[in-house]
């Protein structure tokens, strides 16, 4: 044995001879450093950086992690130079949140129509969050909320949520929803139904109701006959008896609900009329289990034209059935990490999007299959629930992507993964939704290229 103890011992060492040649460079001489020395430097040119570089900086870095603008970036931004202020202004301005009588006064007047700034800013608004809460001190009214939807004509989404109002001294922090939603709220006075009448043509309404007034919906969707996109959270929207309710004039092309009650088939059946006419519907998610009856009208009436299709899980056969009479689907979605494997292997050519959940109890076999099979599909994402990172087939899943060049997107957040598959309120011609400034309307886009 040797020395070391662990290698055994083969005889004496071989003595090998290799030739070595050694290339020394010289230092660089005088008419080198001269050509150094020639080489042109880039500099910001005298004018600083052209605008439409620095604007298309700004575009990019828009949105934050969450999904929303960077404010702290673009606040910034307005402050490095007079040439940069408007343009990352305008940028700001692209999404306003009114929740207060104060933000309001600082909104109008910023926005002042009066002013050449003022009307550049509210041109750039499109999309608008305001609440109105009536339990809180100085909260934002409906005159108001009127006013500022008013000063921004190119404004084509709202998301709106609406408070009911307790006894001062009687609320309570946290109460269940169904306490919250039996709290009165007031109907839309005349002055401010007409001043949203007179205002801009919005195309998608979000509407969240946490109050026992169900009607007020029913007086939005009467002022904006160009919606194209609706959602509604809460309260349930209820046709009062023995009222003769005109037909509803939207095609709709969207529809999201996330009500505490299932919504009656003869509000669905008045709501969607139009849309049913006129085959325009291509999205619907529900954001609540619906039941197999509701499901199953829903499809009856809009799957032949359906593009993408949402439900919280298809592990019952009859919601797996539903979503296989859809033959023009491009995209399913579903948060839970069980569904009927036939689902799957029925899934038709079209199919661009699918997105699961996954846990240790997941039938993958027929998800690799589609991967393995389908050519337009585009991008799979997969939210882990507890141990799904050791399922013994995500390896296969991710080979299979990867082979068919398709996109896995992870994630252990649903919240993130709701983030990853909702864009803006506009059908997009491809999926899986991307939320950039590209996704806006083209019409609109020309307001931050004035």
């Not at 997941?362 to 507890?386: G, M, S, Y």
Request: charged content about 20%.
């Amino acid at each position: 044995m040797t020395f070391c103890g662990y290698l055994p011992y083969s005889g004496p060492p071989m003595v090998v001879e290799h030739e070595i040649s050694l290339k020394f460079t010289s230092s660089p001489s005088p008419n080198d450093l001269e050509v150094y020395d020639n080489v042109r430097i880039p500099r910001v040119p005298a004018g600083g950086i052209p605008i439409e570089m620095v604007l298309t900086i700004l575009e990019a870095a828009y949105f934050d992690d969450r999904g929303g603008p960077d404010i702290d970036l673009l606040s910034n931004c307005t402050l490095v130079c007079k040439a940069w202020s408007l343009h990352a202004q305008k940028l700001l301005f692209r999404r306003v949140r009114l929740c207060s009588h104060s933000a309001f006064a600082s909104f109008t007047y910023a926005a002042d129509r009066s002013s050449l700034r003022g009307r550049i800013l509210g041109d750039a608004v499109i999309q608008m969050r305001a609440v109105l809460d009536y339990n809180q001190p100085g909260c934002l009214n409906q005159s108001s909320l009127a006013v500022a939807v008013s000063n921004c004509p190119n404004l084509y989404e709202l998301d709106l949520a609406q408070y009911g109002c307790v006894t001062p001294g009687k609320d309570v922090v946290g109460s269940p929803a169904q306490e919250r939603m039996r709290r009165p709220a007031p109907s839309f006075d005349e002055h401010s139904l007409a001043l949203l009448n007179a205002g801009p043509r919005i195309t998608a309404l979000n509407f969240s109701n946490w109050s026992e007034n169900n009607q007020s919906v029913l007086q939005l969707l009467e002022v904006w006959p160009s919606l194209k996109s609706l959602s509604i959270t809460g309260a349930s929207p209820v046709l009062s008896p023995g009222v003769t309710y005109p037909p509803f004039p939207c095609a709709l092309e969207e529809l999201r609900l996330n009500c505490q009650r299932e919504p009656a088939k003869e509000f669905l059946g008045w709501l969607l009329h139009r849309s049913a006419e006129e085959k325009s519907l291509r999205v619907i998610d529900l954001e609540r289990q619906p039941s197999p009856e509701l499901l199953d009208f829903l499809v009856e009436k809009h799957g032949e034209t359906l593009h993408s299709l949402a439900v919280p899980s298809f592990a019952m056969h009859e919601h797996a059935h539903a979503a296989m009479r859809c033959r023009s689907i491009r995209e399913l979605r579903t948060e839970s990490s069980w569904s009927s494997p036939v689902i799957c292997r029925q899934m038709p050519e079209t199919i661009q999007h699918l997105a699961f959940g996954l846990d240790l109890d997941t039938l993958l076999n027929p998800i690799i299959d589609l991967v393995k099979t389908r050519d337009d599909l585009q991008a799979v994402t997969v939210n882990i629930w507890r141990d799904g990172h050791r399922h013994p087939q995500l390896a296969s899943l991710q080979m299979a992507c990867a082979y068919r060049g398709v996109d896995l997107r992870l994630t252990r957040d649903v919240r993130r993964m709701r983030l990853l598959v909702r864009g803006n309120p506009v059908v997009p011609p491809m999926y899986p939704r991307t939320q950039t400034l590209d996704s806006m309307q083209p019409a609109v886009r020309s307001v931050f290229l004035a």
